[in-house]
């Protein structure tokens, strides 16, 4: 099938790992499998190097040496590009060689190639993303058991969606390095992510998803990017969307990606974000376009633009971000507490929306739950610890950010 498509035979010169043992099912000979992976991609008999080790090191250098000895490169490493991708997407150009990585963001679902190709025409506003199927998994298992997070991740583990160590993917990181590649293909500039504001969902409760669907919202762990003329919004935090809009439909360990552009207005791209298959698809795709761009002597650029035309971003500061907010405070069960709690966030230019205020019981402290107005990010945080001051209030104020106009 390949190579009716290709017009032409792929044929594999050789697989570096240290574990890896011969497999007749898979054609795996014994001859093709190496320790020495720097021997390997510097082979005259190798065109293409298919990285898939993960990690920044020896990822990094093997991938720079296959560059230097005239390899096309193709990768999964979202971690890998989002740090160091400036440089390996200058010595791939500089070189005139290319670089596949489909597989870095959705898994499956083909965002490089679209942002790159079909929609080269328009101007990218804003891209909202559920890129981590390890938190989508677990925040639907939430939102239709009725457990806790910890639950949830538990179970999440035992089907084989989160890691034993699952830090990098639910306090948000993995979602942050994808965001630096989107944020690179919408926009034209680079971004690290230490640039990227990143928060994770293990503070999330059981109440915040009851709250949430009763305010008309579903709970996402969402990649957020936004062009406001130049400066550019880069974060990543869980996030209530409307419950009507198609992102909070996306359940388990799907993927999708939200993409509003100035003329086409909003596009979504939905699948399989993880997993074996979805990631062969991708590399595949990206081989065979490889290989045809070796066939037909013509070369494009990986990241949409021309390397020199990709500057630095000027990243807004999270404080200078202006959203709506769902505020959830614990207050005791006094009269003219809302009073407090209104003229809290009035002072700071704040805007009350809409208030849950569940009725009274046993409890010396009550849930109070408001949606504000939109405001910005550095006035909330200082209304909010004034309130978390205040002798009515028991504990720390929780927010969570709204998105209502995706």
Sequence with gaps: MLARKLGARLELAGVADRSLKPDRKLGLDARLITRNAAALVARPDVDIVVELFGGVEPARSLILKALRCGKDVVTANKALLAQHGGTIFRAAGAAGLGIGFEASVGGGVPIIRTLREALAGDRQRAVYGIVNGTCNSILTTMSETGVEFKTALAEAQRLGLAEANPALDVEGYDAAHKLCLLVTLAFGVLVKPSQVY??????????????????????????????????????????????????????????????????????????????????????????????????????????????????????????????????????????????????????????????????????????????????????LRRALGAISRHRLIDGSPAFIRIEEQL
């Design 198 to 379: 990143t928060e994770g969902i293990t503070h999330l409760t059981q109440s915040d998803i009851v709250y949430a669907r009763e305010l008309g919202y579903a709970i996402k762990l969402l990649a957020i990017a936004k062009d406001d003329n130049g400066a550019i919004e880069a974060r990543v935090h869980p996030t209530m969307i409307p419950a009507r809009h198609l992102l909070s439909g996306v359940g388990g360990a799907f993927n999708a990606i939200y993409i509003h552009g100035e003329a086409l207005g909003p596009t979504m791209y939905f699948g399989l974000g993880a997993g074996e298959m979805p990631t062969a698809t991708a590399v595949m795709a990206d081989i065979l376009e490889i290989a045809r761009q070796r066939i037909a002597g013509a070369r494009s650029h990986p990241l949409g633009y021309p390397m020199a035309s990709i500057k630095r971003a000027s990243v807004k500061p999270m404080d200078e971000v202006v959203c709506e907010y769902y505020l959830h405070f614990m207050a005791q069960d006094r009269p003219g507490v809302l009073g407090v709690i209104a003229s809290m966030l009035g002072r700071n230019g704040i805007s009350i929306a809409s208030v849950i205020q569940k009725g009274r019981g046993a409890a010396k402290t009550v849930p109070v739950i408001m949606r504000t107005h939109q405001a910005r990010e550095r006035n």
